[in-house]
Each structure stands twice: as C-alpha cells, then as structure tokens.
C-alpha cells in the first residue's frame, strides 16, 4: 500500500504509523484519516501484528485538524459530509493502539490520541482543545472522552480556556498513562508494545474489549461481560500453556489461539 502522509512499518509483532505532514506539525486532514484507517485495518487484519503503535515527530504528534483546509467550509459541506467520521477507524481497531506523543497534541491531535487505547508522552508533551479560541469546538471526542479520562473539572478548564496542558499535569490528571524523556520515547513504546504483543492475542483482545466496556455499560453490566470473557479465555489453547508453564516453572510460549 502507498502512503503519502503516513510511514508505516512492523518490528516484529508490532506495527508503528508515524504521522507525516512535518511542514504542519501533522496537522490532520481526510487523506491523512483514510490513509490511517487503511493502516490500522491491514494491521488489525494481520495474525503477525500484536499491537500497534501511533505516533508522530519529535516537534508534533498532531497539532490538530487541518485548520487551513477547514476555514472556509460551510456548515452544508461538513454535516453533509459527516465531517470526522473518517477517524472513526481508530475506535474500530481491535488490537491495542498505543500513542506515543512528544510535543503538540492539540484539537484533533489530543483527540486522535486519546481515540488510542493508552497514551504515553514525552516530556515535552503539550496537550489541550484550543478549537475555542480559533471560534469553534472539539469535535473528535473531546468534550467526551476528556471528561471520562480526567473528570469535568479539568474538561471543562482545558476545553472552556484553550490552554495547553504539559505532560506531567496530563499524567496527574489521569490522560497519559506514562511519562518518559523524549529520546527514550520511541523505545519505551515499542517495548511496551512488543510485551503486550507477546502476551496471547484473544486474550489482549478480550481485556481492551473488557475495559472499553467499563464507559459503555453499568458495573453490574460491565461485570458480568468480564466474567463471561474470563470464562471464556479457558476455551483458549494459550489459557492452558499459560498456567502450565506457570506450574512446570518454565516460561510460557503463546500461540495466538
Ligand atoms: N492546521 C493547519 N496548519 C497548521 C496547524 C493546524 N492545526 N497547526 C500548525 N500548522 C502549520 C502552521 O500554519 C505553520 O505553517 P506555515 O509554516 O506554512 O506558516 C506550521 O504548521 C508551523 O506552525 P507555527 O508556525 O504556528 O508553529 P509554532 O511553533 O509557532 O506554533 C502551535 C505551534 C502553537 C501548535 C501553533 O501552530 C498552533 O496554535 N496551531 C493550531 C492549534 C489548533 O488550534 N488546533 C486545533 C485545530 S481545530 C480541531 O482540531 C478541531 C477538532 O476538534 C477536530
């Protein structure tokens, strides 16, 4: 597959889509979306691939939607498109999508991450939902998913004043699972990826699913659902090797099945 605004690779059981408009700081548009998706989809489709990873450069992750490209559509043209619903193809990966952000993760930048399962940042991190100061709003998720990642106190401050947020306050404040020097992010996220990739596959797929659940469903609800997924991880050959191996004191050796 030819991608112009994405590079894309594999290390081992891990595939890496680097975000590649620099000249905008990654600034998002529909090419970049349905090139991701395209992506995510051969990855999520690939038994090779245990997790993937997104990121973007050392200066931004993604300093939001394509402000230049958006400012003089008209409100016929973004309902009539369904503007945004190109980026839907994230929430419908079902392998662990990890974000590694250093610098901006702005607007859609810090939407599109938190789209991602976790997010792990550079110190140099700056996250926030500027949309209010350039007279709109977030629109990927933002006045959504940011009040169940970090509560409606902070909500409604990043997204009410627009300011950007550093990597640490976003660690605090629940966002960002880990925080790492900027030369060791690349690595940190790949390690992590390539663990997760090593664990079983439908058993990884089963905890993101139970997880996400938790924000769709009640505790009873949701608890239920993780009981009958737990049961049904001992339908799985892994299940078996896994506690084998923990009883014969050798180390276990997975097989995705
Ligand atoms: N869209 C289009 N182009 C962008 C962009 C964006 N979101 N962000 C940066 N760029 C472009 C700039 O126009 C500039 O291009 P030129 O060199 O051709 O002038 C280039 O990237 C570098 O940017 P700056 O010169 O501004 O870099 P800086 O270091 O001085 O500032 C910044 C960096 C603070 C991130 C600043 O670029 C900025 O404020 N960007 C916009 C952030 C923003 O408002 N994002 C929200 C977008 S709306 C949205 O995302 C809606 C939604 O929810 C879906």
Redesign the pocket.
Known sequence: MTYHNILVETRDRVGLIRLNRP???N??NEALAGELGRALAAFDADPGIGAIVITGNEK?FA????????AEWDYQKVYGDNY?TSWESVKHTRKPVIAAVAG?A????C?LAMMCDLIVAADNAKFG???V??G?????G?TQRLPRAVGKAKAMDWCLTGRMIDAFEAERSGLVARVVPPEKLEDEVLAMAARIAGFSLPVVLKIKEAVNRAYESSLAEGLLFERREFHGTFGLDDQKEGMRAFVEKRKSSFRHR
């Open positions: 000249k905008v700081l600034a998002l931004a300093a939001g939607a394509d402000i230049a490209a958006m945004i901006y702005l607007g859609g930048g939407e939902q500027p949309e100061t350039i709109t709003m977030p629109g990927m933002g």
